[in-house]
Nanobody, 124 residues
């Protein structure tokens, strides 16, 4: 079992930045692919970014490519999402996810473990 706790959400002006963090506990963090998803108001949850267990491979949704950066620190059991140039349409609840499958398999098949989410609100 893996427990995930997100932090770092908040209210920010358009064009600003936020850094989300996800702290994990449970089984060996370094063996898990990690991801970030978001659920905008009134919409379904959508993929944002994912990173392989080693950190060597990263994947992004087209909508955030070039603005968001996912990273991980296996020594600290954390994964982060640096969000720059934020736009009002980035407003959503952001969720951290983990899976023991490869990162591509997790993106395609779905992540097994989820955090409770953190709210990000971008105002113009």
């Amino acid at each position: 079992q893996v427990q995930l706790v997100e932090s770092g959400g908040g209210l920010v002006q358009a064009g600003g930045s936020l850094r989300l963090s996800c702290a994990t506990s449970g089984r060996t963090f370094s063996a898990y692919a990690m991801g970030w998803y978001r659920q905008p108001p009134g919409n379904e949850r959508e993929f944002v970014a994912a990173i392989s267990w080693s950190g060597g491979s990263t994947y992004y949704a087209d909508s955030v490519q070039g603005r968001f950066t996912i990273s991980r620190d296996n020594a600290k059991n954390t994964v982060s999402l640096q969000m720059n140039s934020l736009k009002p349409r980035d407003t959503a609840v952001y969720y951290c996810a983990a899976d023991s499958k490869s990162v591509v398999e997790a993106i395609v098949g779905g992540f097994d473990y989820w955090g409770q989410g953190t709210q990000v609100t971008v105002v113009s």
